[in-house]
């Protein structure tokens, strides 16, 4: 049964480099003999440059991909999984029975609807032509270190932030590490971002930063269809849908729950549902250190949960603003923590794991640092 599961995954995740659909029949990712130390499973960290992606294996189960395929505008995590193996992300292409909207919805991503007037959040391939000049893309450069390990496994990858005009705006390096136990897994997000010759701003805008989009039935109900409109007034209608499978909930640390998370602070924001019957939290975790901590939450009852610093005016209804900048050669880092459980969490368990994360020793790479003083 636990064979097949993981097949199963491994068939539904596949995103083929340049293909618009995933494909069935992937080989299972190979896997390597790593001693285990309790609580904590071996992660093997399994670059596959020929499809584009990096696997991350803890225990025997496929946890996620890192895929940067020619398809999608940015690189992503894809699909993310419970302990048990059991896909907690919207399928890209959305399947039947889940919402099709916002296409640039895929797995866990990183990116900012306004960069010196680009808009890199709505990039997608469904860009109708009249908009692609205001659109930019990140592109993967290279994986700089893939590290398995006994209780742990470390990804660092560079990418660059491209305009339209395919000029670089912006230098990135990314550390992800991942760990799991027998209930739970985990992402380390230390991102750097790098100004090259010239400054560069983030205007407050509301889509940003950190963002994943949920498995259907980790949606909150939906009673009426919505419309929702991007920064650049570009307007989404979101369908009421039958909500029979729907159990989703926000809840964040300042007690603010459902629907009412969105446009507000908070050091952490968990979602609690059920997925094929079986109960899961994630929690995305702010850090002290991040600009525009505590994060505001861009959290969307339809099935978008993302943290969103930089977007002060816009999630604030114009009380406070941010636009934050960079300086030639100058750099930011942004760290956060997602956090899958298999159970309900409370706030306890959650305030209990921000603890951890933020009491832990953080770094960035030392290459991060030389690149930035470039």
């Given at each position: 049964?636990?064979?097949?599961?993981?097949t199963a995954?491994l068939?539904l995740a596949?995103?083929a480099?340049?293909?618009?659909?995933l494909s069935?029949?992937e080989t299972k990712?190979?896997?390597?003999?790593i001693?285990a130390?309790?609580?904590y499973l071996?992660?093997?960290v399994l670059?596959?440059p020929?499809?584009?992606?990096?696997d991350i294996?803890?225990?025997s189960?496929l946890?996620?991909?890192?895929?940067y395929?020619?398809n999608?505008?940015?690189?992503v995590l894809y699909?993310?999984?419970?302990?048990d193996?059991t896909?907690?992300?919207?399928?890209?292409p959305?399947r039947?029975?889940e919402?099709?909207?916002h296409p640039?919805?895929?797995g866990?991503?990183?990116?900012?609807?306004?960069?010196?007037?680009?808009?890199?959040?709505n990039?997608?391939?469904?860009?109708?032509?009249?908009?692609r000049?205001?659109m930019?893309?990140?592109e993967?450069?290279?994986?700089?270190s893939?590290?398995?390990?006994?209780?742990?496994?470390?990804?660092e990858?560079e990418?660059?932030?491209l305009g339209?005009d395919g000029?670089?705006?912006?230098?990135?390096h990314t550390?992800f590490?991942f760990?799991?136990t027998?209930?739970?897994?985990?992402?380390?997000?230390?991102?750097t971002?790098i100004?090259?010759?010239?400054?560069?701003?983030?205007?407050?805008?509301?889509?940003g930063?950190?963002?994943?989009r949920?498995a259907?039935?980790l949606?909150?109900?939906?009673?009426?269809?919505e419309t929702?409109?991007?920064?650049?007034g570009?307007?989404?209608?979101?369908?009421a849908?039958?909500?029979?499978?729907?159990?989703?909930n926000?809840l964040t640390?300042e007690?603010?729950?459902?629907d009412?998370a969105w446009g507000?602070?908070?050091?952490?924001?968990v979602?609690?549902g059920?997925?094929?019957?079986?109960p899961?939290?994630i929690?995305?975790l702010?850090?002290?250190q991040n600009?525009g901590?505590?994060?505001?939450?861009?959290?969307?009852g339809y099935?978008?949960?993302?943290a969103n610093?930089?977007?002060?005016?816009?999630?604030?209804?114009?009380?406070?603003?941010?636009?934050?900048?960079l300086?030639?050669?100058?750099s930011v880092?942004?760290?956060h923590?997602?956090l899958i459980l298999?159970k309900?969490a409370?706030?306890?368990?959650?305030?209990k794991a921000?603890?951890?994360?933020?009491?832990a020793?953080?770094?960035?790479?030392p290459?991060?640092v030389?690149a930035?003083?470039?």
């Open positions: 049964m636990r064979a097949a599961r993981l995954i068939a596949a995103l480099a340049g293909a618009s659909a069935a029949g990712p190979r896997l390597k003999t001693a130390k309790s609580p071996p992660v093997q670059p596959d020929d499809r584009r992606r990096v294996v803890i225990g189960e946890f996620t991909s890192y895929r395929p020619t999608l505008k940015k690189p699909p993310l999984a419970m302990a193996g896909v907690i992300t919207r399928n890209f959305p039947a029975g919402r099709a909207d640039h919805h895929v866990l991503w990183f990116n900012y609807g306004n960069v010196d007037g680009i808009d890199f959040w990039n997608s391939d469904a860009i109708k032509p009249e908009d000049p205001h930019g893309t990140i993967h450069r290279k994986v700089v893939a590290k398995s390990g006994s209780d742990s496994g470390e990804l990858v990418t660059e932030w339209p000029k670089p705006m912006l230098n990135e550390r590490v760990r799991g027998a209930d739970s897994r985990s992402v380390d997000r230390i991102t971002l100004a090259l010759d010239k400054r560069v701003t983030f205007p407050d805008n509301k889509e930063v950190l963002g994943m949920v259907r039935s949606e909150l109900p939906s009673k009426k269809d929702f409109t991007d920064s650049t570009r307007a989404i209608t979101v369908a849908m039958d909500n029979s499978v729907v159990t989703g926000y640390s007690g603010k729950t459902g009412d507000t602070r908070g050091r952490w924001c979602l609690t059920k997925v094929n019957q079986e899961v939290s929690a995305i702010d850090h002290p600009p901590y505590p994060t505001y939450w861009h959290a969307r099935g978008l949960f993302a610093p930089l977007g002060q005016s816009a999630l604030s209804d114009g009380k406070e603003t941010l636009n934050f900048a300086d030639p050669h100058q880092t942004f760290r923590r997602i298999s309900t409370t706030a306890g368990d959650v305030e921000w603890m951890e994360f933020t009491t020793r953080q770094s960035t790479s290459k991060t030389k930035a003083k470039k």
